[in-house]
C-alpha cells in the first residue's frame, strides 16, 4: 500500500504510476492503511494532536530511532526527529520521558486481576486459541485462585488432516475389540469414514461423520491443553456455535441463535471479566466474526439492564499489540513459558504442521513464545524492568465493530 500512496512513482511497481492518475481514490481500513506515514508516524510530517496515546506512539518511536531507554532522551533527540512541537507543548524532555515511562509501566500487573476471587471466561474462537494466545495468563489466573472458564466457540474441525480422522475411528474399533465391547457399529463407522474420505471431492465438506471425528480429536486436544494451565472441567464449555457448522472455510453469518448461546452463558456464569479474541481485520475471519457475536451478547445484556464484565481483548498467533494501545501486561516466569508450550503441544492435530498455518512457517507454539518474549524485549528496551515474557491485553471501548 505504500508503493500505492507514498512511494517513488516507478514503472518497476505498476502501481505507484496511479500517484499520477488525476482522478484515482484509495479507500482504505486501518490495518491498510497502518504503514503509511501519515498513519505510522504523522507527526514526521507536520502538526498532529498531542494526545496522550500520540504522545506514547512518539515517544515510543524516538526511543527505537535513537537507541535509547525512556529515561535517557534529551531535547537533542526531540529536535532532531522532528518532535520539536511535542517538546515545546509537553517538554522538557524529562518530563515526558518520565511521564510515558509511567503510563507504560503502569500496564504492568502484579496480579492479573486487581480484586480477588473474580469469575473468568476466556472466549477461544478456535480450540487452541486460548493456550496459545494467552496461556500464561490462564495459568496466573488459576495460581491466583480466580473461578477461571474457557468457553470454546467453533468446534474447529475443519482444521484437521484427514488422516487423523481415520487414525481416530480405527483406534476407536480396535480399543473395542481389545476390551470385548461391541464393535459391529465401530466397524461399520470406520469402514463409512474411510469411504467418504476416499470419494471426498477437492473444495467439498467432509461427511457428518468425519466432521464429527474432527470435532471430537479438537475437543480432546482443548480438553488437555487446559488442564495444562490449570482449569477444572466443570469449567469448560463447548459452545459449537451454528455459524461455523458448514463443513468448509466459508462460514454462515452468525445469527440470533450463536449470540442467544453467548447470552446465556454469561447470564449462568455472571463474569466479572471475559477475554475476547482482539484480531479484528479480517471482516470474515473466525476471531472477528465470534467478537461480533460477543459484544452483540452484551449488547443484549444491557438491553435488559444486566450487569456486564469488563472485556480485555488479546490477540492471536501471529501479531501483538503495539506499545501504546496495551493496557493489561501480564509477566510470564520461565516456568509459565514452560508450561504454556505443554498446553500447546496438546493440540497434536495442529503441532508440526498445521492445515491452516498461513504464511509463517514456524509452528504454533514457536510463534506464540517468540510474540511474548518480543513483547517483554520490547518493554525493556524502553528502560522497563525486563521480563522473560510477556502476555499484553487490551480494553475494550464499548464500540461495536
Not at 505507484?16 to 504523522?42: K, M, R
Amino acid at each position: 500500500m505504500t508503493a500505492l500512496a507514498e512511494g517513488p512513482v516507478t514503472n518497476k511497481v505498476p502501481v505507484s504510476l496511479f500517484q499520477d492518475h488525476g482522478n484515482t481514490n484509495v479507500y482504505l481500513d486501518s490495518a491498510s492503511a497502518s504503514q503509511l506515514e501519515a498513519i505510522e508516524t504523522p507527526w514526521t510530517l507536520g502538526g498532529v494532536e498531542w494526545n496522550e496515546t500520540m504522545v506514547i506512539r512518539a515517544m515510543v518511536w524516538l526511543s527505537e530511532q535513537t537507541d535509547k531507554p525512556l529515561l535517557k532522551l534529551d531535547d537533542d533527540d526531540f529536535r532532531t526527529h522532528n518532535l520539536h512541537q511535542l517538546l515545546r507543548h509537553h517538554g522538557p524532555s524529562h518530563t515526558l520521558a518520565r511521564r510515558v515511562f509511567n503510563l507504560v509501566q503502569g500496564t504492568i500487573c502484579d496480579q492479573v486481576m486487581e480484586k480477588p476471587n473474580q469469575k473468568v471466561i476466556c472466549f477461544s474462537p478456535h480450540p487452541d486459541d486460548d493456550v496459545i494466545s494467552m496461556g500464561g495468563t490462564l495459568i496466573r489466573l488459576n495460581e491466583e485462585g480466580h473461578e477461571t472458564h474457557i468457553a470454546y466457540m467453533t468446534s474447529g474441525n475443519i482444521a484437521v488432516f484427514d488422516e487423523d480422522a481415520q487414525r481416530l475411528a480405527d483406534l476407536v474399533t480396535e480399543y473395542n475389540h481389545l476390551f470385548g465391547i461391541e464393535n459391529e457399529k465401530s466397524v461399520d463407522v470406520e469402514h463409512r469414514v474411510a469411504d467418504d474420505l476416499k470419494n471426498k471431492q477437492a473444495g467439498h465438506a467432509d461427511s457428518d461423520a468425519v466432521l464429527k471425528i474432527k470435532g471430537l480429536i479438537r475437543w480432546s486436544e482443548a480438553k488437555a491443553g487446559a488442564f495444562v494451565v490449570g482449569c477444572k472441567e466443570k469449567h469448560l464449555h463447548f459452545l459449537d456455535l451454528p455459524f461455523y457448522r458448514t463443513g468448509t472455510v466459508k462460514k454462515n453469518p452468525v445469527g440470533e441463535v450463536d449470540v442467544s448461546i453467548i447470552v446465556s452463558l454469561l447470564e449462568s456464569v455472571d463474569p466479572d471479566v471475559i477475554f475476547v479474541a482482539g484480531d479484528l481485520s479480517d471482516p470474515h475471519g473466525t476471531h472477528r466474526v465470534c467478537a461480533e457475536a460477543i459484544f452483540s451478547a452484551i449488547e443484549l445484556l444491557q438491553q435488559r439492564m444486566i450487569k456486564v464484565p469488563e472485556v480485555l481483548l488479546y490477540r492471536g498467533a501471529w501479531h501483538e499489540y503495539a506499545i501504546h494501545e496495551i493496557d493489561l501486561s501480564v509477566p510470564l516466569s520461565p516456568g509459565h513459558q514452560q508450561t504454556k508450550r505443554t498446553a500447546i503441544f496438546k493440540h497434536e492435530s495442529q503441532k508440526d504442521e498445521a492445515l491452516f498455518p498461513g504464511s509463517d512457517p514456524r509452528e504454533f507454539w514457536e510463534r506464540a513464545e517468540d510474540r511474548n518474549k518480543a513483547t517483554a524485549k520490547k518493554f525493556n528496551d524502553l528502560g522497563l524492568p525486563e521480563f522473560p515474557a510477556l502476555e499484553a491485553f487490551q480494553r475494550w471501548n464499548g464500540e461495536k465493530l
